[in-house]
């Protein structure tokens, strides 16, 4: 892609508005707490105490929006703490200019490696920056820099005592995670209806997971309803995709592919009927009619075989399914004894969690990490955009390098996307706010209560698009500085200049320190491979010895291969937006191979839906077919690295002498046909002849 071609399509992403639900209660509650805080200082204080204290209040409320699994008091808790020490660090270096720099530098550091930790810590750390620029203007005496990171301190605690206080919907997020996933069940049994290879997102099951690992005190307080449905999820979807399967479930044709399509229409209705319930919290509500046919019917056509056990297993999960889920929603799971085997995915606490953050800030310590590159990234910006912003006769020179780190991101389709909205919205959001200031000449009391209305429409508005969170922090920014009698005049000319200021250095940042994924998708590619082929020795060594199959080596290689993927799709979904010229891997032999690495994971997926039982006979052929993909499987993923061609010679041969051995019949045998089949369709996908890249090949 061309640098007019990104330019222009992250200009569209960032000028873009989303139609999304909104919370009204949650932007109440929050700006409440915004209210509050400029209320109390107002009335006992001065407004520039009251200014202050908003900066803590509005970032810790804006915090609770962020999609974390962590309570939201933690994160008003966490923001608040984080604010006030930079708050006071700030304080105590602003009394001369080279001191600050240097405290910046490193600050911005930190706060840029926070983002290896998660995308919430990143947004927390970029928050204390922007809140720590601040803080330069301000006086800078010992106890003037306590007093007033007590202050920004105390506004995050108000956010954070009246969501306690004013409890809206809790377990909200993880209620909708976990009926997300069960829905996508629901939408991928309605699809195999019609097609049998339909494909399959993991996003949800993955998301559903993640709101699944608790804190001890979480797992006490963890409704019943969200306790065991994401396993049954887990697990329903390879029995779904068996049975649809036509070469390992029913026949493509006749009435037992009839009556696998009304088992997946039922499946999808309860599913729909569970995903409601768990959303709202309220019992399972069945159709007659979906019921009936997940019945064993006395006549008409019955499955048999693979198809027959599928079907069975589908009946059994889903009646957990309803049983586990049909409980209110307001009871607590009860107390685990201690001996009692834990039934939740651990999440550390906040102090267990430095450790694990020190290891991720570790591993991305480097400068090939873009985690890394963006730390260097925006502290070199940072510090250049405060010394040329305190150089400009324009006031305000903090506003250069904070919208520069608002700004900023990993990647370069959301800097340069942000960075338009940035600059747009904020001169929306002046201009409209100087417009009112001239128009209604508001006082204090004014000025304060249509900071908060901004504050209020901030919150409501989050998830819409960057432009509109700007546009109000615009009009808030102009009626804060009206609190302490700073004119709008004095303020709109330099807020529009020194955000267009950072927002160009935030954009050539990128340009001169970048790190594209583009090169590096055949990287992504090849640990696809190598997470696809350990799921795939995983199960076809449980088929090969049943006695010995350890679960847990198969659950982890699934969960691995899922990660592998996502991270791909992230990565081809980044490298679609970089102005970079190929290097690496064609659009079209990209879309090819990535339609055969979901075809072996989609029939690794199908083995494994049919595994043996512990007592079944081993299965020799099995095994010696595990060890030629083991043997091979190192080269394949080294030379999709190296641009070299894959040889699937050895699998084939392995899969004629299994065939030989023990016949065509069985699920194992048919399932490593159609591997191998995949691992070809890759090889052809990325063989260096056009027309092994023109290679049709269809995505599940």
Same mark, same amino acid.
């Given at each position: 892609?061309?640098?007019?071609?990104?330019?222009?399509?992250?200009?569209?992403?960032?000028?873009?508005?989303?139609?999304?639900?909104?919370?009204?209660?949650?932007?109440?509650?929050?700006?409440?707490?915004?209210?509050?805080?400029?209320?109390?200082?107002?009335?006992?204080?001065?407004?520039?105490?009251?200014?202050?204290?908003?900066?803590?209040?509005?970032?810790?409320?804006?915090?609770?929006?962020?999609?974390?699994?962590?309570?939201?008091?933690?994160?008003?808790?966490?923001?608040?703490?984080? @604010?006030?020490?930079?708050?006071?660090?700030?304080?105590?270096?602003?009394?001369?200019?080279?001191?600050?720099?240097?405290?910046?530098?490193?600050?911005?550091?930190? *706060?840029?490696?926070?983002?290896?930790?998660?995308?919430?810590?990143?947004?927390?750390?970029?928050?204390?920056?922007?809140?720590?620029?601040?803080?330069?203007?301000?006086?800078?005496?010992?106890?003037?820099?306590?007093?007033?990171?007590?202050?920004?301190?105390?506004?995050?605690?108000?956010?954070?005592?009246?969501?306690?206080?004013?409890?809206?919907?809790?377990?909200?997020?993880?209620?909708?995670?976990?009926?997300?996933?069960?829905?996508?069940?629901?939408?991928?049994?309605?699809?195999?209806?019609?097609?049998?290879?339909?494909?399959?997102?993991?996003?949800?099951?993955?998301?559903?997971?993640?709101?699944?690992?608790?804190?001890?005190?979480?797992?006490?307080?963890?409704?019943?309803?969200?306790?065991?449905?994401?396993?049954?999820?887990?697990?329903?979807?390879?029995?779904?995709?068996?049975?649809?399967?036509?070469?390992?479930?029913?026949?493509?044709?006749?009435?037992?592919?009839?009556?696998?399509?009304?088992?997946?229409?039922?499946?999808?209705?309860?599913?729909?009927?569970?995903?409601?319930?768990?959303?709202?919290?309220?019992?399972?509500?069945?159709?007659?009619?979906?019921?009936?046919?997940?019945?064993?019917?006395?006549?008409?056509?019955?499955?048999?075989?693979?198809?027959?056990?599928?079907?069975?297993?589908?009946?059994?999960?889903?009646?957990?399914?309803?049983?586990?889920?049909?409980?209110?929603?307001?009871?607590?799971?009860?107390?685990?004894?201690?001996?009692?085997?834990?039934?939740?995915?651990?999440?550390?606490?906040?102090?267990?969690?430095?450790?694990?953050?020190?290891?991720?800030?570790?591993?991305?310590?480097?400068?090939?990490?873009?985690?890394?590159?963006?730390?260097?990234?925006?502290?070199?910006?940072?510090?250049?955009?405060?010394?040329?912003?305190?150089?400009?006769?324009?006031?305000?020179?903090?506003?250069?390098?904070?919208?520069?780190?608002?700004?900023?991101?990993?990647?370069?389709?959301?800097?340069?996307?942000?960075?338009?909205?940035?600059?747009?919205?904020?001169?929306?959001?002046?201009?409209?706010? *100087?417009?009112?200031?001239?128009?209604?000449?508001?006082?204090?009391?004014?000025?304060?209560?249509?900071?908060?209305?901004?504050?209020?429409?901030?919150?409501?508005?989050?998830?819409?698009?960057?432009?509109?969170?700007?546009?109000?922090?615009?009009?808030?920014?102009?009626? @804060?500085?009206?609190?302490?009698?700073?004119?709008?005049?004095?303020?709109?000319?330099?807020?529009?200049?020194?955000?267009?200021?950072?927002?160009?250095?935030?954009?050539?940042?990128?340009?001169?320190?970048?790190?594209?994924?583009?090169?590096?998708?055949?990287?992504?590619?090849?640990?696809?491979?190598?997470?696809?082929?350990?799921?795939?020795?995983?199960?076809?060594?449980?088929?090969?010895?049943?006695?010995?199959?350890?679960?847990?080596?198969?659950?982890?290689?699934?969960?691995?291969?899922?990660?592998?993927?996502?991270?791909?799709?992230?990565?081809?979904?980044?490298? @679609?937006?970089?102005?970079?010229?190929?290097?690496?891997?064609?659009?079209?032999?990209?879309?090819?191979?990535?339609?055969?690495?979901?075809?072996?994971?989609?029939?690794?997926?199908?083995?494994?839906?049919?595994?043996?039982?512990?007592?079944?006979?081993?299965?020799?052929?099995?095994?010696?077919?595990?060890? *030629?993909?083991?043997?091979?499987?190192?080269?394949?993923?080294?030379?999709?690295?190296?641009?070299?061609?894959?040889?699937?010679?050895?699998?084939?041969?392995?899969?004629?002498?299994?065939?030989?051995?023990?016949?065509?019949?069985?699920?194992?045998?048919?399932?490593?046909?159609?591997?191998?089949?995949?691992?070809?369709?890759?090889?052809?996908?990325?063989?260096?002849?056009?027309?092994?890249?023109?290679?049709?090949?269809?995505?599940?």
């Amino acid at each position: 892609m061309t640098w007019s071609s990104a330019l222009k399509d992250t200009a569209r992403a960032g000028l873009t508005i989303e139609r999304i639900p909104l919370e009204p209660k949650l932007a109440l509650r929050s700006a409440c707490g915004v209210a509050l805080v400029i209320g109390v200082l107002l009335a006992f204080g001065t407004p520039a105490l009251a200014v202050s204290s908003a900066f803590g209040a509005f970032a810790a409320g804006l915090a609770s929006f962020q999609r974390s699994w962590r309570p939201r008091p933690v994160l008003a808790l966490g923001v608040a703490v984080g @604010l006030g020490v930079s708050t006071f660090l700030g304080y105590l270096a602003a009394f001369n200019h080279v001191v600050f720099v240097a405290l910046l530098v490193v600050w911005t550091l930190l *706060a840029g490696m926070a983002w290896a930790v998660g995308p919430v810590s990143g947004l927390i750390a970029t928050q204390t920056v922007a809140v720590m620029l601040v803080t330069v203007t301000l006086p800078t005496s010992v106890w003037g820099a306590v007093h007033h990171a007590a202050l920004i301190v105390v506004g995050g605690l108000v956010q954070a005592l009246l969501i306690v206080v004013f409890p809206i919907r809790p377990w909200g997020l993880q209620r909708d995670a976990l009926a997300d996933a069960l829905a996508a069940e629901a939408d991928y049994a309605r699809r195999l209806r019609h097609d049998p290879m339909a494909p399959f997102d993991p996003h949800p099951l993955m998301e559903a997971r993640e709101a699944a690992e608790l804190t001890p005190r979480q797992a006490r307080n963890r409704p019943r309803q969200l306790g065991g449905p994401r396993g049954i999820a887990e697990r329903l979807r390879p029995v779904l995709a068996a049975l649809a399967d036509p070469v390992v479930g029913a026949p493509a044709e006749g009435p037992e592919r009839d009556r696998v399509r009304d088992l997946l229409g039922a499946t999808a209705v309860v599913l729909d009927a569970v995903a409601r319930a768990i959303r709202w919290g309220k019992p399972v509500k069945l159709p007659p009619e979906a019921v009936a046919v997940l019945r064993v019917p006395e006549s008409g056509p019955m499955l048999t075989g693979p198809a027959r056990r599928s079907a069975y297993r589908l009946m059994a999960l889903l009646g957990d399914a309803v049983d586990q889920t049909d409980e209110p929603g307001t009871r607590r799971a009860p107390a685990r004894t201690p001996g009692e085997e834990r039934r939740h995915l651990p999440r550390p606490t906040m102090p267990r969690l430095v450790p694990v953050a020190l290891r991720a800030l570790s591993r991305e310590a480097r400068w090939s990490s873009p985690i890394g590159r963006h730390a260097v990234r925006v502290s070199a910006v940072a510090s250049l955009g405060y010394l040329l912003g305190t150089a400009l006769p324009l006031g305000h020179g903090y506003w250069a390098p904070m919208a520069s780190v608002m700004i900023m991101r990993p990647d370069f389709g959301q800097t340069y996307a942000r960075g338009v909205a940035r600059f747009v919205g904020t001169v929306i959001g002046v201009l409209i706010g *100087a417009a009112l200031a001239a128009l209604l000449h508001p006082g204090v009391t004014v000025c304060a209560a249509l900071a908060v209305v901004c504050v209020g429409l901030g919150y409501l508005l989050t998830g819409t698009g960057y432009i509109v969170v700007s546009a109000c922090i615009g009009a808030y920014v102009i009626f @804060l500085l009206g609190m302490v009698g700073e004119g709008w005049s004095q303020t709109v000319q330099a807020r529009v200049a020194l955000t267009l200021l950072g927002g160009l250095l935030a954009m050539a940042g990128y340009a001169l320190l970048p790190i594209w994924e583009t090169p590096r998708l055949r990287d992504r590619l090849a640990d696809w491979l190598a997470a696809n082929g350990q799921y795939a020795l995983a199960v076809l060594d449980a088929h090969a010895r049943p006695a010995d199959r350890k679960p847990r080596r198969v659950r982890e290689a699934l969960l691995d291969a899922r990660a592998a993927r996502v991270t791909w799709e992230d990565a081809a979904e980044r490298a @679609l937006k970089e102005p970079v010229r190929h290097r690496g891997i064609s659009r079209t032999a990209e879309r090819a191979a990535e339609a055969a690495l979901a075809t072996l994971g989609r029939v690794t997926m199908l083995m494994e839906a049919h595994l043996p039982d512990r007592e079944a006979q081993p299965s020799p052929a099995a095994g010696q077919f595990a060890s *030629a993909l083991r043997e091979a499987l190192p080269e394949a993923v080294a030379a999709v690295r190296e641009r070299r061609a894959l040889d699937c010679v050895a699998l084939r041969r392995a899969l004629e002498e299994w065939h030989a051995a023990e016949g065509d019949e069985g699920v194992a045998v048919r399932g490593s046909e159609l591997l191998v089949d995949a691992l070809e369709e890759l090889a052809s996908a990325l063989s260096p002849g056009p027309g092994g890249r023109n290679r049709a090949a269809r995505r599940v």
